[in-house]
């Protein structure tokens, strides 16, 4: 039995009374109207995304459903907890494990992890960035099986998306259902912009001189987040910028103005660390900077998200992370890690081929719900084909058990329908504090009864209400 977050035990959740009171005065032709009015809101903003590998690569819009899922204040509370403690120590680990490596010194984590991962950049080593921050900006997946029953799903430490869209829906509901909040005290989400850009701000380099300035690196029009990219840098007032329009000039990054040339503190990079410097990573890349992590490791310039932090994405590292809480914190884990079966290890890769039905198996660099098994909804034919290919490459996944995910209501035109849904808030990093957004980007499956949110994969997104009290 899933569990329902309006209605539990035949009773509307406190949370949402308030919103089902309202929503049964409602006339269902005035909602149905208003999600199209939505849907035609964010066609004409340009709310949209590309999916890689498709054959009609058509911009798509992410479906957006007009029923809010609301959070408690309390239930905030911990999950932000939880998230604060992750990321500090997801930061404490890749400070570790690019300088000192204690953690591996200790063993509890093997060598192998990190000497044979593709995501470790040896050219981080023995250096620390500007405050000590690794993670500027962390999006943590988080699925919900219970009435106080939260796991960490996994943790995006590289470039974390989907924060326009958490923007975007608030400010799509805010517009359609002004009278809500009215009845309702929600927390806001608007100052995360502004609160990102001070961030950043925070974590200027030493060779900063003065007030810094901040520039957002996209890969160009073709990413399929570019709307996100140009969406913050307007949101923060800052230049949006490719590869072509920097350059080093005396030592420092610099792009060119119609004044001549600015220097850049921070960058708030969108490229993939494989692209973002030539002349030390992908020599073919024409996306990235020649020269900037010379630059950057002589402390002229931060890099956000840094180069290599790729490595606490992996979901192989993901198995270990309760034990990486609690070396750096000295802390239990808030929130709990799903049961995780490493098929590197013999026994467990085992284990997994003999109950692939049961299972939902990833690749550990995989994201975007690419690449992955999901075993109850999969045919005979695919859970064989992906038999050989776990027997051929084990150590490229992991294999976890199908969880009971939560459901919150969407509006369909014969009323309220349960969907299964994660959600992703996020977490600012600067040398001085963690500010978490009350709330986060919730993705729906629209199907009934798949357990895929991912946009990619015909998912949708609702907007997170955290109740003020």
Same mark, same amino acid.
């Given at each position: 039995?899933?569990?329902?977050?309006?209605?539990?035990?035949?009773?509307?959740?406190?949370?949402?009374?308030?919103?089902?009171?309202?929503?049964?005065?409602?006339?269902?032709?005035?909602?149905?109207?208003?999600?199209?009015?939505?849907?035609?809101?964010?066609?004409?903003?340009?709310?949209?995304?590309?999916?890689?590998?498709?054959?009609?690569?058509?911009?798509?819009?992410?479906?957006?459903?007009?029923?809010?899922?609301?959070?408690?204040?309390?239930?905030?509370?911990?999950?932000?907890?939880?998230?604060?403690?992750?990321?500090?120590?997801?930061?404490?680990?890749?400070?570790?494990?690019?300088?000192?490596?204690?953690?591996?010194?200790?063993?509890?984590?093997?060598?192998?992890?990190?000497?044979?991962?593709?995501?470790?950049?040896?050219?981080?080593?023995?250096?620390?960035?500007?405050?000590?921050?690794?993670?500027?900006?962390?999006?943590?997946?988080?699925?919900?099986?219970?009435?106080?029953?939260?796991?960490?799903?996994?943790?995006?430490?590289?470039?974390?998306?989907?924060?326009?869209?958490?923007?975007?829906?608030?400010?799509?509901?805010?517009?359609?259902?002004?009278?809500?909040?009215?009845?309702?005290?929600?927390?806001?989400?608007?100052?995360?912009?502004?609160?990102?850009?001070?961030?950043?701000?925070?974590?200027?380099?030493?060779?900063?001189?003065?007030?810094?300035?901040?520039?957002?690196?996209?890969?160009?029009?073709?990413?399929?987040?570019?709307?996100?990219?140009?969406?913050?840098?307007?949101?923060?007032?800052?230049?949006?910028?490719?590869?072509?329009?920097?350059?080093?000039?005396?030592?420092?990054?610099?792009?060119?103005?119609?004044?001549?040339?600015?220097?850049?503190?921070?960058?708030?990079?969108?490229?993939?660390?494989?692209?973002?410097?030539?002349?030390?990573?992908?020599?073919?890349?024409?996306?990235?900077?020649?020269?900037?992590?010379?630059?950057?490791?002589?402390?002229?310039?931060?890099?956000?998200?840094?180069?290599?932090?790729?490595?606490?994405?992996?979901?192989?590292?993901?198995?270990?992370?309760?034990?990486?809480?609690?070396?750096?914190?000295?802390?239990?884990?808030?929130?709990?890690?799903?049961?995780?079966?490493?098929?590197?290890?013999?026994?467990? %890769?085992?284990? /997994?081929?003999?109950?692939? =039905?049961? #299972? +939902? !198996?990833?690749?550990?660099? $995989?994201? *975007?719900?690419?690449?992955?098994?999901?075993?109850?909804?999969?045919?005979?034919?695919?859970?064989?084909?992906?038999?050989?290919?776990?027997?051929?490459?084990?150590?490229?996944?992991?294999?976890?058990?199908?969880?009971?995910?939560?459901?919150?209501?969407?509006?369909?035109?014969?009323?309220?329908?349960?969907?299964?849904?994660?959600?992703?808030?996020?977490?600012?990093?600067?040398?001085?504090?963690?500010?978490?957004?009350?709330?986060? %980007?919730?993705? /729906?499956?629209?199907?009934? =009864?798949? #357990? +895929? !949110?991912?946009?990619?994969? $015909?998912? *949708?997104?609702?907007?997170?209400?955290?109740?003020?009290?």
């Amino acid at each position: 039995m899933h569990f329902n977050e309006m209605r539990h035990e035949q009773k509307t959740r406190a949370c949402y009374d308030i919103y089902r009171r309202w929503f049964e005065t409602q006339d269902s032709d005035r909602l149905a109207q208003k999600s199209r009015e939505a849907e035609a809101f964010f066609r004409r903003t340009g709310i949209t995304f590309n999916v890689y590998g498709q054959s009609d690569a058509e911009e798509r819009l992410i479906p957006f459903d007009i029923v809010p899922r609301i959070l408690s204040a309390r239930e905030w509370t911990k999950l932000s907890h939880g998230v604060e403690q992750r990321v500090r120590a997801i930061n404490a680990f890749l400070h570790d494990i690019y300088n000192r490596q204690e953690i591996l010194r200790a063993g509890i984590l093997p060598i192998d992890l990190i000497a044979k991962n593709e995501a470790f950049i040896p050219q981080m080593m023995d250096f620390t960035p500007a405050g000590g921050v690794y993670t500027h900006i962390v999006g943590t997946d988080i699925v919900r099986t219970g009435e106080d029953e939260f796991f960490v799903l996994e943790d995006n430490a590289r470039t974390p998306s989907g924060v326009s869209y958490m923007l975007e829906n608030r400010e799509t509901m805010l517009q359609m259902f002004p009278e809500l909040f009215s009845k309702i005290k929600v927390q806001r989400v608007s100052d995360y912009p502004k609160n990102l850009r001070a961030s950043l701000e925070a974590s200027a380099p030493p060779g900063c001189r003065g007030k810094p300035s901040v520039a957002v690196l996209t890969p160009g029009i073709h990413n399929s987040a570019y709307y996100e990219h140009s969406f913050l840098a307007d949101q923060m007032g800052v230049e949006l910028v490719e590869g072509h329009d920097l350059r080093i000039v005396d030592g420092r990054i610099a792009m060119r103005t119609t004044r001549g040339h600015k220097v850049i503190d921070v960058l708030y990079r969108r490229v993939d660390d494989e692209f973002l410097d030539p002349m030390t990573f992908n020599p073919d890349s024409m996306l990235g900077v020649p020269g900037i992590m010379d630059v950057y490791r002589a402390g002229n310039i931060t890099i956000a998200n840094a180069p290599g932090t790729g490595v606490a994405d992996d979901k192989a590292i993901y198995s270990y992370m309760p034990d990486i809480v609690k070396f750096y914190t000295g802390e239990k884990p808030i929130l709990q890690n799903v049961q995780t079966h490493r098929c590197a290890e013999k026994e467990s %890769l085992q284990y /997994v081929l003999d109950n692939l =039905g049961d #299972l +939902v !198996v990833k690749e550990v660099h $995989g994201s *975007g719900g690419y690449g992955m098994l999901v075993g109850p909804a999969a045919t005979k034919a695919e859970i064989s084909e992906f038999a050989d290919k776990l027997k051929a490459k084990p150590g490229g996944y992991i294999a976890q058990p199908t969880l009971s995910l939560s459901t919150v209501p969407i509006f369909t035109e014969a009323g309220l329908a349960p969907r299964h849904v994660d959600l992703r808030p996020f977490a600012l990093v600067s040398p001085n504090e963690i500010n978490i957004v009350p709330g986060g %980007l919730t993705r /729906v499956a629209l199907t009934e =009864g798949s #357990l +895929v !949110v991912n946009s990619s994969q $015909g998912g *949708g997104t609702k907007d997170t209400w955290v109740l003020e009290d």
